[in-house]
């Protein structure tokens, strides 16, 4: 079914005892609230103690894979950028 | 397909030494082991009925993520079902379980509402059954975790959460079809309409229930009525449905006088397990 008023949400779950939302995958849904419910039936088979996000995928701005060898490929040749060149003094510990 | 012997020899013993014995109406548990597994069958009927019918949903539902929900919640109940109805068994004592209790009883032994039987006509109408059964069941089993018999207590205590989620998935459907379009609302509006005479049995009471409540195993059902009812208004106001004045009641089921929806939907239910009684799965 195509589904004009149903569209997608990006789905974000952070497991219980996980530090962060991760990307899960995605659900159609007419708005918030039952994108949420969704995406409990479909990603956290409502497993107690887990935090979603749900975004319209219409409101994620991506970087354009195009560009990804400018804006990524970075500062390999650059060593100037990599902090090596710094002397630790003795005394610092955990670095 | 060979069917089952719709009147076994124990409800005959059972019918001929109950208190009203002669009557029309079903046999009357007369000693408290009875009332305690014909309580437990209410329990275990309304799960597994329900549950049932939610699973004549898969991959017909109106989007793939409402398939999931309905699933879900089928899943719940039949979970719930096996739960009560082993418990049954083993209150029973006669050395069955809950297959034998789900697949070798006819119609006049199963003992949910009448509410969870009704086909699942369109979506809205299967929303509302759900709306309805579910506001009623979460009370019932929030009451329940305090029974005096730790099984049901327990079993009621694992069951509450997904219930909980059942009512609130269903009243929110409720909320978006009634607050709809014109046409969502007048599908919602009819939806009700045809399970509004099945509510009062969610909450009617009878000799066994009292024998159960006054055993401290079950929950009195007629003093969740007014949660129920404030809970009914208040998803109805926001849907902008009118809460009508209910008709007569339609009651029977737990007496095993069903509507004739039930028949068929055992048959499909039972199908392989009559067709193969000694079949292991």
């Known amino acids: 079914m195509s589904q004009p008023d149903w569209p997608l949400w990006e789905v974000f779950l952070r497991s219980k005892g996980g530090l962060s939302h991760r990307h899960v995958g995605s659900v159609h849904a007419p708005d918030g609230e039952l994108a949420v419910r969704h995406a409990r039936d479909v990603y956290t088979r409502r497993m107690e103690g887990v935090s979603l996000w749900v975004v319209r995928s219409a409101d994620i701005v991506a970087s354009d894979p195009d560009q990804a060898g400018p804006m990524f490929a970075p500062a390999e040749d650059k060593v100037y950028r990599h902090p090596t060149f710094y002397q630790i003094p003795d005394g610092v510990k955990h670095i | 397909m060979p069917s089952l012997p719709t009147i076994q020899p124990q409800d005959e013993a059972r019918a001929d030494r109950a208190s009203h014995a002669g009557t029309f109406d079903a046999p009357v548990a007369d000693d408290h082991r009875d009332a305690h ?9 309304d799960a597994l009925i329900l549950g ?18 309905l699933a879900n919640i089928g899943l719940d109940l039949i979970g719930q079902a096996t739960l009560f109805l082993d418990h049954a068994a083993s209150v029973e004592g006669a050395g069955r379980d809950a297959d034998a209790l789900a697949f070798r009883r006819d119609v006049l032994q199963f003992r949910n509402c009448v509410m969870v039987e009704q086909p699942n006509g369109d979506f809205a109408r299967t929303m509302a059954r759900q709306f309805l059964f579910s506001t009623a069941h979460v009370l019932l089993l929030d009451a329940l975790t305090a029974s005096a018999d730790p099984q049901i207590a327990a079993i009621a205590a694992k069951g509450v959460k997904e219930v909980r989620y059942h009512a609130d998935l269903s009243a929110d459907w409720v909320i978006r079809l009634g607050d709809g379009t014109d046409e969502s609302r007048a599908r919602m509006i009819d939806g009700f309409d045809w399970h509004w005479r099945f509510v009062d049995e969610l909450f009617a009471m009878d000799a066994i229930e009292e024998r159960m409540v006054a055993a401290g195993i079950a929950a009195d059902r007629a003093a969740l009525r007014p949660a129920f009812d404030a809970r009914l208004q208040a998803v109805l106001d926001e849907a902008t449905i009118p809460v009508p004045e209910l008709p007569r ?33």
């Not at chain 2, 737990?254 to 009684?277: D, I, N, T, W």
């Open chain 2, 52 to 69: 049932q019918r939610l699973s004549e949903w898969c991959g017909h539902a109106p989007a793939l993520e409402v398939d999931l929900s």
């Open chain 2, 37 to 45: 597994f014909d309580y437990l069958l209410r329990l275990g009927d």
């Open chain 2, 249 to 281: 009641a339609v009651v029977g089921g737990r007496k095993g006088h069903h509507s004739e929806h039930l028949g068929h939907l055992l048959a499909v239910m039972q199908h392989l397990p009559r067709s193969y009684p000694d079949a292991t799965w």
